[in-house]
């Protein structure tokens, strides 16, 4: 007979004991004429028995079935643990689910008290667990108490828009099928969303809290969306690859701040470095004009050192640039001697706002 098929439905009948049963010596006390009554308290020892077996769930979760998992060749009633079936209820996903089951033997004696944690358990599914303990080795186990000690709602994921940028929906982009109740691995945040004003939208800045399945925050991504004209929609993904992707459960994205055409005209929108003879180098790269008119930008790069101290800056001015089109542009570079440049701050700039300095 296999484990599986030796769980069976507790019977509420009292099982056998192998000692002395107390109406047994009752009667024989009257038999005897009251001769070798026990004291009250060894009464009271003798009449203990064990509750009744019982699993408690909550308004979330539901509990469907339990039972005693029985011993091998073993009279019905006298078992090693138990095993019960219970579904999520919550309308979402459980990130933390702990169980306590406290284990009996026929005289109600606590055998044994185990805990059983489920992670990622998802709304509407339901899942069968099996607690046992070892010592059922040395002694029955005839009843148990199993109760939710624990229990944490993972976070609905939320985002927010403002009156320019609406949210249309969100949600997180999955695939594969990694372990028992979680369904999909989180790979990205797939978000739409529509320009509602009457402006074209230069720069969305999106700030996006991660969290884990127990709600606990894990870290902030900020994402960055250009150029949507208006009255249109876009979808996008925002990629949450610089985090571990196997513990991301929920978000919360808000967008910080939205820029318009009018105010940002030119955007950068690529660009590179490229290492030169003679210790120069050059940053190139690609802007473009988002708004309705021709404009004007400038360019401006602060190479800065380990510590991010500013060790040199070169701009470069950029003329009529017409609506919709592209600009590359180039600036070159030599680092003072004994200095090492680490990053590259780049700003486009309205030329009026420059502080001109000649690019080398």
Known sequence: MSEKEDVKEVNPTPPRQNEEDLDTLLKNFDQTSGEGLPSAEKLFEMARKAPDPVVSGNEK??????????KKASVDGIGKGVSFTFKNN?????GKLVFEAILFD??????????????DFEAEKTYSLRIMTAKADKVDIVSYDVHIKEMVVTPVPEAEGDQRLVILRHSFQG?????????????GIELAVRNVCGESIASAIFAIDLFDAAGNYISTLKHIETDIQRNTSRAFLIQTTSVKDDIIRSYNIKL????TAELEKVQLRRNEVKRLPEGREEVSGLVKNVSSVKSDAVVVVTYLDANEEPIGVRTLELRDIAPGTVQIFALDFTCPEGLTVKKRDIDIGELTEAEAVPAA
């Open 90 to 94: 919550a309308g979402a996903s459980i």
């Open 61 to 70: 979760v539901e509990i469907l079935s339990h039972s005693l998992i029985l």
């Open 175 to 187: 695939t594969g099928a990694p372990d028992v109740g979680i369904t999909t691995i989180k790979r």
């Open 106 to 119: 026929v005289k109600g004696n606590v055998i044994d008290t185990i805990e059983r944690t489920i992670n």
């Open 256 to 259: 910080i701040k939205t820029v």
